[in-house]
């Protein structure tokens, strides 16, 4: 892995989290942009060299939706930058990790996207995540 990607943050009311992490980062989102395939508009901070994302769900029965309902607003995910995501969920696996999705999808910001089971990365939602060429 190459480095922390960005740091993923659920949250009910993407408007006005906006305001917020533009009042605390100091500087506007730099994109938003809809995952119908996931349930989720996303909008995208920086801060340096890192990225924030922020996920609202598009409707109730979202992965966003279901993650604010049990545990309410706040860190979601950490993604991580890789070069070959085929070849690191073939050697994640191999390590005993719980890959959610074999096959990744493309998901927000032009990248290939998969994930790991938070029960095998102590309960922690990692994603995985290759620029799309």
Partial sequence: MEKIEHIGIAVKDLESSNQLFEKLLGNPHYK????ASEGVK??????GPNKIELLEATHPD?????????????????????????????????????????????GADNKLVAFLHP???????????????
């Fill in 42 to 47: 996303t909008s995208f901070f920086r801060s």
């Fill in 62 to 106: 979202s992965p966003i939706a279901k993650f604010i309902e049990k545990k309410g607003e706040g860190i979601h995910h950490i993604a991580f930058a890789v070069d070959d995501i085929f070849s690191e969920i073939t050697r994640l696996k191999s390590e005993g990790f719980i890959v959610l999705n074999e096959t990744p999808k493309k």
């Fill in 119 to 133: 029960k095998s990365t102590n309960g922690v939602l990692v994603e995985l995540c290759q620029d799309i060429h």
């Fill in 32 to 35: 938003i942009e809809e995952v």
